[in-house]
């Protein structure tokens, strides 16, 4: 008889080094407890599923399956469906950036774009600007290529690009990352000062700036502000779309748009991760948006999370107690609470989840030292009836351990 053998304790493996500075991710791990269904859970990045065209996109599919199946199913190019690049040319002309379809790259998600990046462009020990606090997975990212991060801050005009003269005066960095519009976590919008400074010290220094936007068309409230790459006439300039945040996060699609070098690069990048983004849901997605009224579905996600916001706003004004304070989206999924002095956001979560709401505590979206005082709120997934008893609940949890 052959003896029995015990997999229940597999023989160790050494990881890699850079794994060790790849922590598991605190959201991650958070919405496996958060989004309990009787649980109102302000913690995920969640769009509003009820919002999802779900019917045209299930029809695109169709069409494309009857009129193009086996193509679709086909392996393609690692660039992109040509009809879809040139649909996102159009689209950014119409927002005033100039690009030529060789100048686009689709993506998995812009994540994809931030990961493609790095791997075209840092080293171990590159230093990388971000401000502070700043996108979780984005310093994730960063970490596993080994980087290294200089802070700048941030206020309710979003980086503090005055700090940055100081970072080159001791070291040049090789990147600037941020996410100008309605930040996440913080939900603040680079000011247009600040973006024609920022532009013009990148391209005085020639340090490449990643402009992360997926909310930038999620705006409610104020005018629209041009992006980082429609403002640069000399090439520094990459940025990332989704349309995650605008059709539905399961198709998967971003974009990555910047000089024709970068492009290339981040091409042959995507050539040994995945080979392409997914055929079939490229050519849905252009037969979708060749006849769906975009800017019409634009419309209605604004003024839906434009209301959500406001009665958040609004629930957080009659709920939290003296002490809290909170930032002011224009747009986009996200605000920022600060919580009155000496209390920790990681220290109330357990006793929030009590009480049935949750939240992302902050201290994991900061680059340097952590900070505990702040927690992320989302309001795009939830309606104003349920935003205002989670107000409710969580103001009584904040009121309670102060």
């Given at each position: 008889?052959?003896?029995?053998?015990s997999?229940s304790?597999?023989?160790a493996?050494?990881?890699?080094?850079?794994?060790?500075?790849?922590?598991?991710s605190?959201l991650?791990?958070i919405l496996?407890?958060?989004?309990?269904p009787d649980?109102?859970s302000?913690?995920g990045g969640?769009?509003?599923?009820e919002?999802?065209?779900?019917?045209?996109i299930?029809?695109?599919?169709?069409e494309?399956?009857?009129?193009?199946g086996r193509a679709a199913l086909q392996y393609s190019?690692t660039?992109?469906?040509?009809?879809?690049r040139?649909?996102?040319?159009?689209?950014l002309g119409e927002?005033?950036?100039r690009?030529?379809?060789d100048?686009v790259?689709?993506?998995?998600?812009?994540q994809q774009?931030?990961?493609?990046?790095?791997?075209?462009?840092?080293?171990p020990g590159?230093l990388?600007?971000?401000?502070?606090p700043?996108?979780?997975a984005a310093?994730?990212?960063?970490?596993?290529?080994?980087?290294?991060?200089a802070?700048?801050g941030?206020?309710?005009?979003?980086?503090?690009v005055?700090?940055?003269?100081?970072?080159?005066?001791?070291?040049?960095?090789?990147?600037i990352?941020?996410?100008p519009n309605?930040?996440?976590p913080?939900?603040?919008t680079?000011?247009?000062?600040?973006?024609h400074?920022?532009v013009?010290f990148?391209q005085?220094?020639?340090?490449?700036?990643?402009?992360?936007?997926p909310?930038?068309e999620?705006?409610?409230?104020g005018?629209h502000?041009?992006?980082?790459?429609?403002?640069?006439?000399?090439?520094?300039?990459?940025?990332?779309g989704?349309?995650?945040?605008t059709?539905a996060p399961g198709?998967?699609i971003?974009?990555?748009?910047?000089?024709?070098?970068i492009?290339?690069?981040?091409v042959?990048?995507k050539?040994a991760?995945?080979?392409h983004?997914?055929?079939?849901?490229?050519r849905?997605?252009?037969?979708?948006?060749?006849?769906?009224?975009?800017n019409?579905n634009?419309?209605?996600?604004?003024?839906?999370?434009?209301?959500r916001?406001?009665a958040m706003?609004?629930?957080l004004e009659?709920h939290m107690?003296?002490?809290?304070r909170?930032t002011?989206?224009?747009?986009?999924?996200?605000l920022?609470?600060?919580?009155?002095?000496g209390?920790?956001?990681?220290?109330?979560?357990?006793?929030?989840l009590?009480?049935?709401v949750a939240?992302?505590?902050g201290?994991?979206?900061?680059a340097a030292?952590p900070?505990?005082?702040?927690?992320r709120l989302n309001y795009?997934?939830?309606?104003?009836e349920?935003?205002e008893e989670?107000?409710?609940?969580?103001?009584?949890v904040?009121?309670?351990h102060?």
């Open positions: 008889m052959t003896a029995a053998v997999i304790a597999p023989p493996f050494p990881l890699a080094q850079r794994m060790s500075r790849m922590k598991a605190a991650r791990e496996k407890v958060a989004e309990r649980v109102l302000f913690a969640l769009p509003a599923p919002l999802f065209p779900v019917e045209a299930a029809q695109a599919h169709a494309v399956f009857v009129d193009e190019t660039e992109g469906y040509g009809p879809l040139e649909w996102i040319c159009a689209h927002r005033g950036l690009a030529a379809t100048q790259l689709i993506t998995n998600g812009s774009g931030i990961e493609l990046v790095a791997k075209a462009m840092l080293d590159d990388v600007v971000v401000e502070n700043s996108y979780l310093l994730q990212t960063f970490s596993g290529y080994e980087a290294s991060f802070v700048v941030s206020d309710h005009d979003g980086m503090r005055d700090e940055l003269e100081r970072l080159v005066a001791g070291r040049k960095p090789k990147l990352y941020l996410v309605f930040q996440n913080k939900g603040t680079l000011s247009l000062e600040r973006r400074a920022l013009r990148a005085k220094h020639r340090i490449l700036i990643l402009e992360d936007n909310y930038g999620l705006r409610f409230r005018e502000l041009p992006s980082l790459a429609s403002l640069d006439d000399e090439g520094v300039v990459v940025t990332l989704t349309f995650s945040k059709l198709l998967r971003g974009w990555a748009v910047g000089p024709r070098e492009i290339r690069a981040l042959i990048g050539q991760s995945d080979l983004t997914a055929t079939l849901a490229q849905a997605t252009a037969r979708l948006l060749s006849r769906f009224d975009y019409a634009l419309d209605k996600l604004r003024a839906v999370y434009g209301e916001c406001l706003l609004s629930s009659k107690p003296e002490g809290t909170w002011q989206p224009d747009g986009g999924m996200f920022w609470v600060e919580l009155p002095r209390m920790s956001a990681d220290a109330l979560f357990p006793h929030a009590e009480k049935r939240f992302v505590p201290s994991p979206f900061f030292e900070r505990t005082e702040f927690m795009s997934n939830r309606p104003p349920l935003i989670g107000m409710r609940r969580l103001g009584a904040i009121a309670a102060k």
